[in-house]
């Protein structure tokens, strides 16, 4: 019985972005995000975030890392929510204002295009969104020149999932060699990787030429 339910809530997660509830959907991105078991402290502790950073949050969803990459930068830095999801980005700027953080600003993109202006950011997060790019090379490819200097983009998906899990049934997964394959003939280089999630992988990139 205990697995069936687990099961349901799986499947409940793959469909709430069709059903156009974005509030509930928002919530229960949230809360899954900040759930213990998936080490959302831990994420950041490794993300290296300090005041006055530019960070973009792709595929920002409820905003859960949204809000706690804002509470690090500070006013002196910068937080891009950034969604192809209007609704979401509506929610984020809502719960910006009630938490009066001034370092939040939303990006309305396009599933092929961050919209972020060149540059601008010192590192990008990708959570549980890379499986949804159409064209990931092309992707990154273009993200590379929304990076400032030094710039990192760190990437966590689903990928260490038993063969009968829904997310694998329905897709919602990449498998790490091909993130890292993938990111390497974008031009970027592997920097860091790490073990401490059951079932995603989180890999941090630099671009290749920077490391030259």
């Known amino acids: 019985m205990r697995s069936f339910k687990i099961s349901l809530l799986l499947l409940s997660l793959v469909m709430l972005p069709l059903s156009g509830c974005s509030s509930f959907t928002a919530y229960v991105y949230n809360k899954s995000a900040s759930a213990p078991k998936n080490m959302p402290?831990?994420?950041?502790?490794?993300?290296?975030i300090e005041p006055g950073m530019q960070i973009a949050d792709l595929g920002a969803g409820g905003g859960y890392y949204t809000v706690r990459f804002a509470q690090l930068v500070?006013?002196?830095?910068?937080?891009?929510?950034?969604?192809?999801?209007?609704?979401?980005?509506?929610?984020?700027?809502?719960e910006g204002a009630n938490r009066r953080l001034k370092s939040?600003?939303?990006i309305l993109a396009s599933p092929n295009d961050s919209s972020l202006p060149e540059k601008s950011v010192?590192?990008?997060f990708v959570r549980n969104v890379y499986h949804h790019l159409p064209s990931p090379e092309k992707y990154f490819q273009a993200l590379a020149k929304k990076l400032r200097p030094g710039g990192r983009v760190a990437i966590v998906e689903y990928g260490k999932l038993g063969f009968f899990s829904l997310i694998r049934i329905f897709g919602?997964?990449?498998a790490e060699e091909e993130v890292i394959e993938t990111l390497g003939r974008a031009g970027y280089r592997l920097t860091q990787k790490y073990e401490f999630l059951k079932k995603q992988?989180?890999?941090?990139?630099?671009?290749?030429?920077a490391g030259r």
């Open 74 to 94: 500070g006013e002196q830095g910068m937080v891009y929510a950034i969604d192809v999801n209007e609704n979401f980005l509506k929610i984020i700027e809502e």
């Open 104 to 106: 939040i600003r939303t």
């Open 172 to 174: 919602h997964y990449t």
């Open 41 to 48: 402290d831990e994420i950041i502790r490794h993300l290296e």
């Open 122 to 124: 010192d590192l990008v």
């Open 201 to 209: 992988s989180f890999t941090i990139y630099s671009l290749a030429e």
